[in-house]
């Protein structure tokens, strides 16, 4: 079984968390049952960047990382506290521990800015939210990432993203990574997509 591990901060959105727990979920029943989700956040209770409270599975603190195969992060709101845990020493060490073993990270939007601060970004390339009014590209590059201004970039083992609208397409990536071309279609076309 391979483990992914779904990092929640405090003011994530929640659709961008959802697309993992439901394309690895898809998979693990109607797929090749090869995957599992698990829920991690800092806090025993997690407010979504629009009043959505979740119960994260387990606690930062009582997880072994070396049970995972990889990290998938959903972005999430500057306004909903989202950076205070993602900037966390603790969720850097997170992103350093995975990227250290090149294991597989996948971040929708600005969860790639996350990635960016822990410092395995630096001369990578790389996207984030690109919206013509946003500066969030602006503030992945100065973290020294080759910035490219596309849905989705693949920089060897990290996957990222730039905007909530590509959730399902970096969680089919991270599915196809962790298990084939082949039964991520058939995945895709059971789940409608095809």
Same mark, same amino acid.
């Given at each position: 079984?391979?483990?992914?591990?779904?990092?929640?901060?405090?003011g994530?959105?929640?659709?961008?968390?959802?697309?993992?727990?439901?394309?690895?979920?898809?998979?693990?029943?109607?797929?090749?049952?090869?995957?599992?989700?698990?829920?991690v956040g800092?806090?025993?209770?997690?407010?979504?960047?629009?009043n959505?409270?979740v119960?994260?599975?387990?606690?930062?603190?009582d997880?072994?990382?070396?049970?995972?195969?990889?990290?998938? #992060?959903p972005g999430?709101?500057?306004?909903?506290?989202?950076?205070?845990?993602?900037?966390?020493?603790k969720?850097?060490?997170? #992103?350093?521990?995975?990227?250290?073993?090149?294991k597989?990270?996948?971040? #929708?939007?600005?969860? =790639?800015?996350?990635?960016?601060? =822990?410092?395995?970004?630096?001369?990578?390339?790389?996207?984030?939210?690109?919206?013509?009014? =946003?500066?969030?590209?602006?503030?992945?590059?100065?973290?020294?990432?080759?910035?490219?201004?596309?849905?989705i970039?693949?920089?060897?083992? #990290?996957?990222?993203?730039?905007?909530?609208?590509?959730?399902?397409?970096?969680?089919?990536?991270?599915?196809?990574?962790?298990?084939?071309?082949?039964?991520?279609?058939?995945?895709?076309?059971?789940?409608?997509?095809?």
């Amino acid at each position: 079984m391979k483990k992914t591990l779904l990092l929640l901060a405090n003011g994530f959105e929640a659709v961008e968390a959802s697309v993992f727990t439901d394309v690895l979920g898809w998979n693990k029943w109607e797929g090749d049952g090869s995957t599992e989700v698990v829920t991690v956040g800092m806090w025993p209770q997690l407010q979504c960047t629009w009043n959505f409270s979740v119960t994260p599975e387990m606690l930062l603190e009582d997880i072994d990382l070396d049970d995972f195969d990889a990290l998938a #992060i959903p972005g999430g709101f500057e306004e909903a506290g989202f950076y205070k845990d993602a900037f966390s020493e603790k969720f850097q060490q997170v #992103i350093q521990y995975f990227n250290d073993r090149k294991k597989p990270i996948a971040a #929708i939007c600005v969860a =790639s800015l996350m990635i960016a601060h =822990s410092g395995v970004l630096k001369n990578r390339r790389a996207t984030t939210y690109n919206h013509p009014t =946003s500066k969030r590209l602006k503030q992945l590059e100065q973290y020294d990432v080759e910035v490219v201004n596309e849905r989705i970039v693949v920089d060897d083992n #990290i996957i990222t993203s730039s905007n909530p609208g590509t959730g399902f397409d970096v969680a089919f990536k991270l599915l196809e990574t962790l298990t084939s071309s082949d039964n991520t279609n058939r995945v895709k076309e059971l789940m409608g997509f095809e």
